[in-house]
């Protein structure tokens, strides 16, 4: 098997579990809180949830383009290794937690020191050949959000067999394996000698000089209306399923069901729209599933049944399979040789930046516009997101189609 192949496949499964071990904690937080860490009333739970929670897309957002400068000056593995091996110890230590500020603490530890999935992301991207581009961005990504899927899933099963401390003691050591693989299997080319030639900007430095490539600006901020718009109304989406469903028989089968269905198509569809990139470019992807996912979020503000919402979230997912790979591609694309990680980094903090605006304004917007309503400015935002990416990376400025 060719070496970047090899590479794409032991990093798919970090994907996997880095994201898995993020969101295992989503089913039980609440109640850890309230049986383990002591935390009592719904107002308080609330309030320690949500802080915990975003705790760690907080710290995130803040120092991933600080790793990603160090990842171009001492090596891509080096930082998935720094960053698998941190979190794996940081996930152990929050099942010894005893307090609810503790957790948090841990969370924004675990933020401040993430970076495995943008570094895995600038490794593949710089190995593999560039006609296979798509298809390594896709397949990559595609591990990332079964991790996301099934995590909750994972942590729910575990927590009803094990308890709510063991899912960290068994999260920790899983990626702990997942860095080990890293560690013997993933092989980079990087010189570091000729790195440490290089003069190194400093962060600010860094975003002026990828400011000005226009192409990279465009690409940051698609990704965060992104996020935006897939997370605005993902919260009360558990809501909105009661209301159709109109009974509590089967209601979390079927809320846990319209909530992963999208991550199914996802995952599925994002490694086929990578090849298909491959062969008509990541711009032509990129605007085509943007404009499906606007499209596909209108049907979700009008439907009566709950098997309505699954086939329109289904149909979603196939669409937003081929979003954040083509950034990635084009980001690739764009970026000067030498720089990839750091590019790479800042557009990991603007989709931070979207996870964590995404379901605030929603919240905000819901007691005002509804879920329906939400849907409907998800809508507008692909749509707009669309015809924006089509001005500013098919005919910038006028001139020839660079798709």
């Not at 192949?5 to 579990?17: D, T």
């Not at 949500?50 to 120092?63: K, P, Q, R, W, Y």
């Not at 702990?176 to 693989?181: E, G, H, K």
């Amino acid at each position: 098997m060719q070496r970047w192949k090899v590479n794409l496949a032991v990093l798919w499964f970090g994907n996997f579990m880095v994201m898995a071990g993020m969101t295992m904690i989503t089913p039980f937080l609440t109640l850890y809180l309230q049986q383990d860490l002591g935390v009592e009333g719904e107002h308080a739970i609330g309030v320690w949830g949500g802080l915990i929670f975003a705790a760690n897309f907080v710290t995130s957002f803040f120092f991933q383009p600080f790793w990603g400068k160090m990842s171009d000056r001492y090596g891509r593995k080096m930082m998935l290794l720094r960053s698998g091996f941190g979190m794996a110890f940081v996930i152990v230590l929050m099942g010894f937690a005893t307090a609810p500020w503790q957790l948090l603490l841990l969370r924004m530890v675990n933020g401040i020191i993430s970076g495995f999935v943008p570094a895995a992301v600038a490794l593949i991207s710089s190995a593999a050949p560039r006609e296979r581009t798509g298809f390594a961005m896709g397949t990559l990504q595609s591990g990332a959000t079964a991790g996301t899927i099934l995590g909750p899933l994972i942590g729910g099963l575990m927590a009803d067999s094990f308890g709510f401390r063991p899912i960290f003691y068994i999260t920790g050591s899983l990626l702990f394996l997942a860095s080990v693989l890293s560690w013997i299997m993933v092989k980079e080319t990087f010189d570091k000698e000729a790195a440490a030639r290089k003069p190194q900007a400093s962060m600010l430095s860094g975003l002026r000089d990828l400011a000005r490539i226009p192409q990279l600006p465009a690409l940051y901020s698609v990704t965060f209306l992104i996020q935006f718009a897939m997370l605005s109304p993902m919260a009360l989406i558990p809501l909105f399923v009661q209301d159709l469903h109109g009974t509590t028989v089967d209601l979390a089968f079927w809320a846990g069901l319209v909530g992963s269905v999208t991550g199914f198509s996802n995952m599925f569809s994002a490694p086929l729209l990578g090849r298909l990139s491959d062969r008509v470019g990541s711009t032509r992807v990129l605007i085509f599933s943007l404009l499906g996912s606007g499209l596909m979020f209108i049907p979700q503000a009008f439907v009566t049944n709950v098997p309505q919402l699954l086939v329109c979230r289904f149909l979603l997912g196939c669409f937003v399979g081929g979003l954040i790979p083509s950034v990635n591609a084009l980001i690739r694309r764009y970026t000067p040789d030498g720089q990839e990680s750091r590019a790479f980094g800042f557009n990991s903090s603007s989709l931070a930046l979207g996870n964590m605006i995404g379901p605030v304004v929603g919240g905000a917007l819901s007691g005002v516009i509804g879920i329906e309503g939400l849907f409907i400015v998800s809508a507008f935002f692909m749509l707009v997101n669309s015809v924006w990416a089509y001005r500013l990376l098919v005919k910038p400025r006028g001139s020839k189609s660079t798709i």
